[in-house]
């Protein structure tokens, strides 16, 4: 079957294709019966886009030449006014554009969002770990509270202990002011012993004076007698 396609040609990344008439069990770049126009879809400022000789084409088709879709599309397009032609063209830019803004404006939406759940997700990790170290903390909090009552309890248990002790040297107080009081009247005691003592040696002393004064009467009397004795010898 005879059919009209397109046949690509150009560069790479810069494609250019003719309308030819081939064998459809030919390769698409393959050989083919006759050319019939050619479509540049990179044309650029007053570059020919299109050129399609539209009796070829209605010859062939007459002759049971079957046309691809996109040769299809691209007749209509060479069947249209200057006019309608620019028109066309201007909507297709402008619905292309509108795609392209709807992609960019799809993308940045997905990228927010990315950012947002990125932010969620970095938030709710934080939060996460807070709460970890706050549980952390608190056995923490309740060991140490623990320790200081352990602490208080030893401190009250230790006066509690010492409280006695303090009675008891509060008791040995009184005890130790008798003894105090005791202390003078052992020494007055004492000092009344030994007043005592010096009486008692004093006594003795007293007694041998008393002794000598009889002694020395008795002297005194004998030197009398004597001086007595010589005066009457002598008379």
Do not use: H
């Not at 400022?45 to 996109?70: F, H, I, T």
């Amino acid at each position: 079957m005879v059919i009209i396609r397109l046949a690509r040609s150009g560069a790479k990344k810069n494609p250019y294709y003719f309308i030819t008439v081939a064998d459809e069990r030919r390769p698409r770049d393959g050989s083919f019966i006759e050319r019939l126009g050619f479509f540049n879809p990179s044309a650029r400022g007053q570059e020919e886009r299109l050129r399609v000789d539209l009796d070829k084409v209605n010859e062939w088709v007459s002759k049971g030449a079957q046309l691809s879709d996109r040769v299809q599309y691209l007749v209509n397009e060479a069947m249209l006014s200057p006019e309608d032609l620019k028109a066309k063209m201007d909507a297709k830019k402008a619905k292309a554009d509108a795609k392209k803004a709807a992609i960019e404006a799809k993308l940045a939406k997905e990228a927010a969002e990315k950012v947002a759940a990125e932010a969620a997700e970095k938030e709710a990790e934080e939060k996460a770990a807070a709460e970890e170290a706050a549980a952390q903390e608190a056995p923490a909090e309740e060991v140490a509270t623990e320790e200081v009552v352990a602490e208080e309890v030893a401190t009250e248990e230790v006066v509690a202990e010492e409280a006695p002790a303090e009675e008891v040297v509060a008791e040995e107080a009184p005890a130790e002011e008798v003894v105090a009081e005791e202390a003078p009247a052992e020494e007055v005691a004492t000092e009344e012993v030994v007043a005592e003592e010096v009486v008692a040696e004093e006594a003795p002393a007293e007694e041998v004076v008393a002794e000598e004064a009889p002694a020395e009467e008795v002297a005194t009397e004998e030197e009398s007698e004597e001086k007595d004795s010589s005066d009457d010898e002598n008379k």
